[in-house]
């Protein structure tokens, strides 16, 4: 265990301190106003994919999420690569103490461990670390708790009452993580440092959540994957900010999680539509969504649609400033970064900081992102939308689907431009 003397200062800031902090990197030349589309007619078509929906009346029981979150999964896969007795590690977002929809949904992930205990599964283990803002783990010791904020925003109970366990890496200090590669080709410039329990688990069920991200834009399931990674690989991945996107997209490729990732699913019945991760405006449709695919790829692509959708009923006040740095320009982007980078490394750090671009992302096909996983996973998925108990309304499965169509968007993106 981690002695409780550090011998390193603990920051633990809020928002506004932390829009402060931010400044910090202000006199290291990272800053630009520039603004850059992703240059659509790169982007190829891929492979068909499906992604199963599930609507959920506003106001709708804990039971009827539950119920909505089980049955997506069982539309999404047959659980055939479940063998009796394997154990299913269950990915959340617990950035922060936050309670849903800052925080994957608890209730749903008490279901999922249900289900998978149906299914078999001998030990369903529910693993995440929390962000720069609220844990730092050193070799040197740990300050702050990833247990504590998940007592605040309900997940812990809700895996104990559903009999499943609770693995935090940062407990069992620095060394609980071990190096693995990512994809030929990648943006890393070291193997990106991931906890141990990865080679132990058979199985792994991503459960993000759907949000507006104040660096990335959104926060989704491959973003998600940042909760995986140590300090160390946290702080390359801030610092050298021009492949920014690109690399917690190719997080996903190591083997330890891309060779074992078998479902995704989101419970979207509220969405945070600005700021993120830890708080922002939040919208809650008079139906909302459970979105569930064996593809991250897909499920992403469908979880982008909804939020950008979800935006259009968010006021105009909400969507600028402070209140929604990312709408703002890059040059707030890049400094929240570095401020970022100041929490994990310090000035010598943050210095070296690369700028960080932002994009309009207003179109699932602008998206970095995506952008870096279509060009990963062989193009853009044709993705068809499942709704087998039709209880989406027709009006929105429509909407979403012209959201992800490649060819509409591309046409549509030129008429834009001309």
């Given at each position: ?22 400044f ?9 106003h ?6 659509q007619a790169?982007i ?11 609507g959920v ?12 979150v ?6 999404a896969t047959?659980?055939s690569w479940?063998s009796?007795g394997d154990?299913?590690l269950?990915?959340?977002a617990?950035?922060?103490g ?6 994957t949904?608890?209730g ?8 998978l205990k149906?299914k078999g ?6 693993m995440?670390?929390a ?8 070799p ?5 708790s ?9 997940l ?10 609770i ?6 200090g620095?060394?609980a993580?071990f ?12 193997g990106i440092?991931?906890?141990?329990k990865?080679?132990e688990?058979d ?8 949000s507006?991200h104040?660096?990335?834009g ?5 973003k ?19 492949s ?5 997209t ?32 939040v919208?809650?449709?008079e139906?909302?969504?459970i ?12 979880a ?5 959708e979800?935006r ?5 006040k909400e969507k600028?400033g ?18 970022v ?6 000035l010598?750090?943050?210095?070296k ?6 994009y309009?992302?207003s179109s ?12 990963i996973?062989g193009?853009?998925?044709k993705?068809e939308?499942k ?7 027709e ?8 959201r ?11 008429n834009e431009?001309?």
């Open positions: 265990m981690l002695k409780n003397n550090l011998t390193y200062q603990c920051f633990f800031i809020g928002r506004r301190n932390y829009l402060r902090e931010s910090i990197g202000a006199s290291a030349g990272l800053l630009s520039n603004e850059k589309k992703i240059f790169e190829k078509p891929g492979e068909p994919a499906k992604v199963f929906l599930e009346r506003r106001g709708s029981s804990e039971d009827v999420i539950a119920e909505a089980w049955n997506a999964s069982l539309q047959d659980f479940l009796r154990s299913v269950i990915k959340p617990n950035n922060s936050e309670k849903y929809p800052a925080t949904h608890p749903s992930v008490a279901s999922m461990i249900k289900l149906e599964a001998g030990r369903v283990i529910v995440d670390m962000g720069i803002e609220h844990v730092k783990l050193r040197d010791g740990l300050c702050g990833t247990r504590e904020l998940m007592k605040r925003n309900g812990w109970e809700a895996v104990e009452k559903a009999d499943g366990e693995y935090l890496p940062e407990e069992e620095w060394n993580f190096e693995d590669g990512p994809v030929s080709g990648s943006h890393w410039k070291n440092m991931v906890p141990k990865l080679k688990v199985h792994i069920v991503l459960m993000p959540r759907v507006r104040p660096l990335a959104a926060t989704l399931g491959l998600a994957a940042v909760g995986y990674i140590r300090f160390d690989s946290r702080l390359e991945y801030h610092r050298d900010a021009r920014f996107y690109e690399k917690h190719e997080i996903n490729t190591i083997p330890s999680i891309q060779n074992k990732l078998r479902l995704i699913l989101s419970t979207a019945t509220k969405v945070q539509t600005t700021f993120g991760p830890d708080n922002g405006y919208v809650e449709p139906t909302g969504l979105i569930a695919s064996t593809s991250i790829v897909a499920h992403d692509m469908v982008l649609a909804w939020l950008i979800s259009e009923s968010t006021p105009e600028k402070a209140r929604d740095p990312y709408a703002t320009n890059s040059r707030l982007v890049s400094m929240l970064n570095s401020g980078v100041f929490l994990l490394g310090g010598k750090e943050t210095i900081t690369q700028r960080l671009q932002k309009d992302i699932v096909f602008n998206d970095p992102t995506l952008y870096r996983a279509f060009e996973w193009g853009a998925p993705v939308l709704d087998e108990s039709a209880s989406v309304p009006q929105l499965r429509k909407s979403l689907t012209n992800i169509i490649l060819e509409n968007n591309l046409e549509r993106s030129k431009e001309k």
